[in-house]
């Protein structure tokens, strides 16, 4: 089979994709918000116990660690994970191999999350190219048998999430998006991510599953204090309900029909998901260490908030006025680029 030297086309893209993507990038930062300024893994906790709690404060924290904390990284696992069906689906319809450009990819994904986190201990491009090449042999197994692998690794998870230290954080990181983008694959197969469902169907599992896995997480930080291990274990149970819950809620929207602005401003932000990413990364490192410098102290909860509401101003006013003009993020089209082995159009 011949290789494919062109990308996917913008116009087969599928919105819903684009718009949950942009949606999990905007939940990411706000909860990455809280370690741009910790230099490694092992000082993770201590810079959330070292937080100060004004009034001003606790409803930004407390709305962080019940609706966004794991549950955004989750859900853009999960993208993930369908997006290598994807790509694969969409290069094989074209009577081409989809193998050598999957690994192509995310090889350079590998060099860029090297390349990032010389910058910011907390890089994940590095993890997901390490689990795209696990999952790319395995992605024509049946929805039964993927949910089955996915249900496994995830028991892990809850495991390693009473390992401490540094070792155990990062093998909770990998573990937990490994398990992810297994869901996202079998997500993905049965129609759910690409709006092949009724609205209703999304409407009535997005009530479900929120009113199930918020209250759970609701009250994982309640016992925070009491018993730390059961608290995470509690959490931990809810990220994956409301994950899923956030993907329907979203197609609910989708469904309806004509996209509100604030939708279309996501869908392009995900769009250029790997630019902003790094460009999140860049500007959160920048803007709390200027913040912490310029007050002379570690800045509080709410300084924090204020940087992850200009930050999505920032990504939401430009991606979209940018993709009118381009094909691509710059990023974006450095990558395809190089894993097609020829300059991609960029202007539009």
């Not at 290789?3 to 949606?23: A, E, N, T, W, Y």
């Not at 404060?57 to 549950?71: E, R």
């Not at 249900?151 to 990062?170: K, N």
Request: with cysteine; aromatic share 14%.
């Amino acid at each position: 089979m011949s290789v494919p030297s062109q990308p996917i086309d913008s116009f087969q893209r599928h919105k819903s994709l684009d718009v949950l993507r942009g949606f999990a990038l905007m939940g990411i930062f706000a909860a990455n918000i809280y370690i741009f300024d910790v230099d490694g893994f092992g000082e993770v906790e201590e810079s959330f116990e070292a937080l100060s709690y004004g009034a001003a404060d606790v409803p930004f924290a407390v709305f962080t660690l019940i609706f966004i904390l794991n549950k955004m990284m989750a859900l853009f696992s999960m993208l993930f994970g369908a997006g290598i069906l994807l790509l694969a689906d969409r290069i094989e319809r074209r009577g081409a191999s989809p193998s050598r450009i999957h690994y192509a990819r995310n090889a350079i994904l590998a060099c860029f999350g090297l390349l990032h986190g010389m910058l910011w201990f907390g890089d994940v491009l590095l993890i997901y190219a390490i689990c795209a090449f696990i999952l790319f042999p395995i992605r024509r197994w049946q929805s039964s048998r993927l949910l089955a692998a996915g249900s496994i690794t995830w028991l892990a998870v809850l495991g390693v999430s009473f390992w401490p230290g540094a070792f155990g954080m990062r093998l909770d990181y990998v573990l937990r998006a490994l398990a992810m983008m297994i869901f996202g694959m079998v997500l993905y197969q049965s129609g759910i991510l690409t709006l092949q469902r009724a609205v209703s169907w999304y409407r009535t599992r997005s009530r479900q599953l929120l009113a199930v896995g918020l209250p759970l997480c609701a009250v994982s930080w309640l016992f925070y204090e009491v018993n730390e291990p059961v608290a995470k274990l509690i959490h931990n149970c809810g990220v994956p309900i409301v994950a899923l819950g956030y993907v329907c809620f979203i197609m609910t929207i989708l469904g309806q029909g004509k996209l509100p602005t604030s939708l279309d401003r996501l869908s392009a932000a995900g769009q250029m998901a790997l630019t902003n990413y790094l460009l999140q990364t860049a500007l959160g490192t920048l803007l709390v260490s200027a913040l912490n410098e310029g007050r002379g102290e570690r800045v509080t909860v709410f300084w924090m908030m204020l940087v992850t509401f200009t930050v999505w101003g920032l990504q939401l006013a430009w991606s979209e006025p940018w993709l009118r003009r381009f094909h691509y993020g710059p990023v974006e089209w450095l990558w395809r680029s190089l894993a097609y082995r020829r300059f991609q159009p960029f202007k539009s």
